[in-house]
């Protein structure tokens, strides 16, 4: 991982080659760059900051295709309006394999090849719907990002996850493949609903509790309104967030190990969001993170005293801490996790505040904690 800060006046650049740290230089802002190096030697740039001038000189000189939803193309139509673009449907339940079966066919009318170039502008979900028709389409074309939640800047459209929902699980279908760049703009943040921005904040929580306990404590002494409102914090967190799974994916791109910790809070989190429709994703990873904290209690991995401090965290930036869900049928849906192995699943477990450990658990050993 290569990380670059640039701290000085905002200027705009033109049009140049596909953009790396060395060649966004010369277009200085307030702005954090992290590269993150994929298996082919090659590096996937994240810029986070004050960042969409960046974008012509990250775009390849070949034909764009934008993959974004009618709201993206509300809020910024000049952006949209430059490039081709193909809008998909706007919540969970339009990430499936139908939506890119549409798109591949919108593709195809088009007459697009594999000399094109995917740039999906959105959220979480329109960021993992086009990584996966770019990764799949033609057996894959080049892609990039611009993250416009603050879910998909610091975690969804990050290291190289693409994938949609089959029969309501989670991501059922999915590649790895990271693009080429994904820009962060926190400006963007601006016009997110406040629901929105608290779900963006449970993953950068996340990533505090897996790697950085200084990114955990900014929560505990910062409200959301100073979070959201100063622009040198706001990049602070989504900068710290990123750098965590950056050094996470480089080091274990296709999650064979390592990378399994960034699914801290996520097999509750998905069972959640299986079992019911009341909360946004980055909600369902704070009740889940909730209850891995009482469950590393248990476990004898984290003291009770730091799983207070991770509820009070939560509950401070007025996120839930319980699904209303029955436990047994919370540990049902657990039962069709992708990354269950056999009877059992990898569960990451709190070490403490800014470690975590990986500890394979037999859905009976989940069963028997009744955590109702």
Not at 7 to 22: D, W
Not at 164 to 183: E, H, R, S
Not at 334 to 358: F, H, P, R, W, Y
């Amino acid at each position: 991982m290569r990380e670059i800060r640039y701290i000085c006046p905002i200027y705009s650049c033109g049009p140049g080659p596909p953009a790396t740290a060395a060649n966004l230089s010369g277009n200085p802002t307030m702005k954090d760059i992290i590269e993150v190096r994929r298996t082919d030697g090659t590096f996937s740039t994240v810029a986070i900051g004050n960042v969409l001038a960046d974008l012509p000189a990250l775009l390849p000189d070949r034909r764009v295709i934008v993959i974004t939803d009618a709201n993206v193309h509300r809020r910024y139509p000049d952006l949209v309006n430059r490039y081709e673009h193909i809008l998909v449907g706007m919540g969970e339940t339009n990430k499936t394999l139908i939506t890119v079966g549409n798109v591949y066919s919108e593709l195809l009318a088009r007459g697009v090849d594999r000399k094109c170039f995917i740039l999906g502008i959105g959220g979480g979900i329109v960021t993992d719907i086009a990584g996966f028709v770019a990764s799949t389409y033609m057996r894959g074309l080049r892609f990039g990002f611009i993250a416009s939640t603050l879910l998909a800047q610091v975690d969804a459209s990050v290291g190289g996850k693409n994938g949609v929902n089959v029969d309501g699980y989670k991501n059922m279908a999915g590649t790895f493949n990271q693009p080429d760049f994904v820009l962060c703009d926190t400006s963007m943040l601006r016009t997110l609903p406040e629901r929105e921005f608290r779900a963006g904040l449970a993953e950068i929580i996340k990533s505090g509790l897996i790697a950085d306990r200084e990114l955990f404590e900014l929560f505990e002494r910062h409200t959301i309104d100073e979070l959201r409102d100063d622009p040198a914090l706001l990049r602070r967190i989504i900068t710290g967030a990123v750098r965590v799974k950056a050094r996470i994916v480089e080091a274990d791109e296709r999650e064979t190990g390592e990378r399994k910790k960034l699914n801290l809070g996520h097999t509750f989190a998905h069972a959640v969001e299986k079992t019911s429709r009341e909360f946004l994703h980055g909600e369902a990873v704070a009740i889940g993170l909730a209850m891995i904290a009482d469950l590393s209690v248990r476990e004898g991995t984290l003291t009770e005293d730091d799983a207070r401090r991770i509820k009070e965290a939560l509950t401070r930036m007025g996120l839930p801490l319980a699904s209303g869900v029955e436990y047994r049928k919370l540990v049902r849906a657990l039962e069709m996790d992708k990354k269950k192995d056999a009877s059992q699943v990898s569960l990451i477990l709190m070490n403490g505040i800014g470690d975590c450990l990986i500890r394979p658990k037999s859905f009976e050993e989940i069963g028997a904690a009744d955590m109702d």
